[in-house]
């Protein structure tokens, strides 16, 4: 059974910074992301990171991000923090044959 488990969002001043974690198990995944949703927004991509440790980064977060990887744990390290960048955050794990799985999403609220 795959599980995505998330933690480490809250509550940070703009400008500060929080550390987000996805631990996927069940599975070897090829791809990990992870995703934000404000409200009243379609949930967007952040960052990307594939198994051989390639990234990509929304052009919003690009300089701020950090996305990073050990085996099926996935990082987010989040830096000078707008209060746009408030929402909830999804981590998400692709498998080698494309099949999609999605954690339970934390809150991060940036406050101006």
């Known amino acids: 059974q795959v599980q995505l488990v998330e933690s480490g969002g809250g509550l940070v001043q703009a400008g500060g910074s929080l550390r987000l974690s996805c631990a996927a198990s069940?599975?070897?995944?090829?791809?990990m992301s992870w995703h934000r949703q404000a409200p009243g927004k379609q949930r967007e991509l952040v960052a990307a990171i594939g198994s051989g440790g390639s990234t990509n980064y929304a052009d919003s977060v690009k300089g701020r991000f950090t996305v990073s990887r050990d085996k099926n744990t996935v990082y987010l390290h989040m830096s000078s923090l707008k209060p746009e960048d408030t929402a909830v955050y999804y981590c998400?794990?692709?498998?080698?044959?494309?099949?999609?799985?999605w954690g339970q999403g934390t809150q991060v609220t940036v406050s101006s």
């Open positions: 998400k794990a692709r498998d080698a044959v494309f099949r999609e799985y």
């Open positions: 069940g599975r070897i995944f090829s791809v």
